[in-house]
């Protein structure tokens, strides 16, 4: 632990450098760079304390607070590390919960912060583990439970120290509620067998058909969804290989603000291009539409004809394909699904998702969805009930936290 630290503050200018340009590049207030260095000053202690990293674990975060209040677990702290993680739990209008940013994991400040908060329980959603922030809480007494756990191995040069620190901090924690069978056994390494349990991926139970989505784009279009760098060529040159009038590419990058790397990929001459954060207006000849927007996936997903999923042709480990589930869509991957092994394995043996293990495969797949509406619905209908038969997985969590909570 003290080579933690001590690792730590060396890097500590290089930290401010960072916290310093993400709030400029996302022009926030001192106040965000205060209360990540320091701390938040005056919070009273809160009986439950839930860890959000960002906006996916805080969607966890905001339906389990819900599900905790309706059994008269009202006492409750949510602390995140980005500000669209803290605008998502604004707009969920959580009256009786607080929220807050963590700060840095600087021996002295987690110090002070969890002794400030006092939690009896803290619940850490999926892969953030901070030893300072464990270490302080099993001195203060605070449960420590990792739900819907993701292990990520330890990697590059510092795996050897990354490993020690894992056991070390990986011992503090009460019990580990892995999303996968997959997760479970990487934590098998770190933790005792008895402190781990594989309850499925609680993400499944938060998918909600919203049947009032409005629809944004009149043509006929499929869509590529959350994209990530060199991702959008790749399925780019494919679709003009169907040379079709009739339908439209959309395009949905995971991070909108990389708008300008999309188009320096692109050969712009003789290819039609809408770019929606311009307001451009999608014309009969349009061949490429552009949505650089946040918070319209759900449309985007919900009138696609059927939905390549991203990070999954570049090595990024894919993303969950659970929203076009929930909305009867045909799902495409690509290869790079290690991040949801278990649930593309899953979606695959009941034929509700279709790999692409070669980009030139993507033509035929094109093709064939495009001309047979029979040979669609069998994947919508597959990928449907399979999400739907998931939706109790949120009430197995809430029972184990209230034993912990109770115990």
Not at 107 to 115: A, G, L, P, S, T
Not at 187 to 192: D, F, P, S, T
Request: aromatic share 10%; proline share 3%.
């Amino acid at each position: 632990m003290f080579l933690y630290n001590l690792f730590l503050y060396i890097l500590s200018p290089f930290i401010l450098i960072r916290l310093i340009m993400y709030m400029i590049r996302n022009s926030l207030s001192l106040g965000y760079l205060f209360n990540k260095l320091s701390g938040p000053k005056n919070l009273k202690n809160k009986q439950i304390w839930i860890h959000a990293a960002s906006i996916g674990e805080m969607k966890i975060a905001i339906e389990l607070s819900r599900e905790l209040i309706k059994i008269n677990h009202t006492d409750i702290l949510i602390t995140s590390n980005t500000p669209t993680s803290k605008t998502l739990f604004e707009d969920s209008k959580l009256e009786s919960v607080t929220h807050c940013y963590l700060p840095m994991d600087f021996y002295f400040v987690i110090k002070n912060f969890v002794k400030m908060v006092s939690a009896k329980l803290i619940i850490v959603i999926e892969t953030e583990i901070w030893p300072n922030l464990y270490r302080f809480c099993e001195r203060n007494n605070t449960k420590i439970l990792i739900i819907n756990a993701r292990f990520n191995n330890p990697k590059g040069i510092l795996a050897i120290l990354s490993d020690r620190i894992y056991k070390q901090t990986l011992q503090r924690v009460d019990h580990v509620y892995c999303k996968s069978k997959k997760d479970q056994n990487g934590y098998l390494k770190y933790i005792n067998k008895d402190k781990i349990s594989n309850l499925g991926n609680i993400k499944y139970s938060l998918i909600k058909e919203n049947d009032n989505v409005e629809r944004i784009i009149d043509k006929k279009y499929i869509l590529l969804a959350s994209s990530h760098h060199r991702e959008e060529i790749i399925i780019i040159k494919e679709w003009l290989k169907l040379k079709s009038n009739k339908y439209l590419l959309v395009l949905a990058p995971r991070h909108p603000e990389r708008l300008g790397d999309i188009l320096s990929d692109i050969p712009l001459s003789g290819i039609n291009i809408s770019i929606r954060s311009k307001k451009e207006k999608i014309r009969n000849s349009s061949q490429i539409y552009i949505a650089d927007t946040i918070g319209e996936l759900d449309s985007l997903i919900k009138y696609s004809e059927f939905t390549i999923f991203g990070g999954s042709f570049v090595d990024e480990g894919g993303h969950s394909f659970m929203e076009a589930a929930i909305h009867s869509k045909a799902i495409i991957v690509g290869p790079y699904m290690y991040n949801f092994v278990e649930e593309t394995e899953e979606f695959l043996k009941n034929n509700a998702l279709i790999m692409c293990q070669k980009p030139e495969m993507l033509k035929n797949i094109f093709e064939k969805l495009l001309r047979s509406k029979s040979k669609r619905e069998i994947f919508e209908k597959n990928a449907k009930n399979l999400i739907v038969g998931k939706k109790s997985i949120i009430n197995d969590y809430i029972s184990c936290i209230e034993k912990h909570i109770n115990d």
